[in-house]
């Protein structure tokens, strides 16, 4: 009786001191023998005591993964520091742990090689100005490599470039060389807005001397309003004779 109760003891003993749990978020790749068996989980499974059966557990959440600073050579050869965070998860548990020994490590390095040889294939401007377009390439450069090992690459995006001092002061030159053009440029375009507005405007007095007559007059009047101590007119001789003959009319009816 008390061997069949030690029995029974050990034979319980075992049987819990196989059993396992996963988390949600966890998946049991199991072996046994040293050949795959499935996937255990999420939450109660068991495993053969002994080491017959055992057990290698993968994270599925999302992970963060910042890339060191790398420094590079763009296209235009022009040295550069850029770092980058990535994000990455495992899509597929059994490719995870069967086809790469260290699947973290082995995205990582893939993803620093990437960054690399991507940026050497552009220009220092498309490097700064189309991020969208070079972090887009770098995730689909570094998924296709990853999916055959079952890890699904999120986002892999720059964080900072970091530019020498020389070429900074070289692009704050050319920035402002531009913002001079477009200034030079309004500037063209104004001055020929308002040649044009005064040809329309002596098109019009050429047909109308009455009206170049105001426009001189109204002249005169603003000149006269500053502080000028002399202002010298010039009156049309058509008003000197209407002047005289309104004299000589003003003389006759006076006698």
Known sequence: MPLILLGALLFVFLVFSALRVAREYERAVVFRLGRYVGLRGPGLFWLIPFGVENQTRVDLRIVTNPIEQQETITRDSVTVKVNAVLWYRVDDPRKAVLTVEDYRRAVQQLALTALRNVIGQHDLDEVLKERDKINALLRRTVHETTA?????????????????????????????AMREKRARIIKAEAELEASQKLADAAQLMVGNPA?????????????????????????????????????????????
């Open 148 to 176: 055959p090992w079952g890890v699904k690459v999120e986002l892999l995006e720059m964080k900072d470039v970091e530019i020498p001092q020389d070429m900074q002061r070289v692009m704050a030159m050319e920035a402002e």
């Open 211 to 255: 009206a170049l007559e105001l426009r001189r007059m109204q002249m005169v009047s603003e000149v006269g309003a500053e502080n000028n101590s002399t202002t010298v007119l010039m009156i049309p001789a058509e008003f000197v004779h209407i002047a005289g003959s309104l004299t000589e009319f003003l003389k006759g009816k006076a006698v």
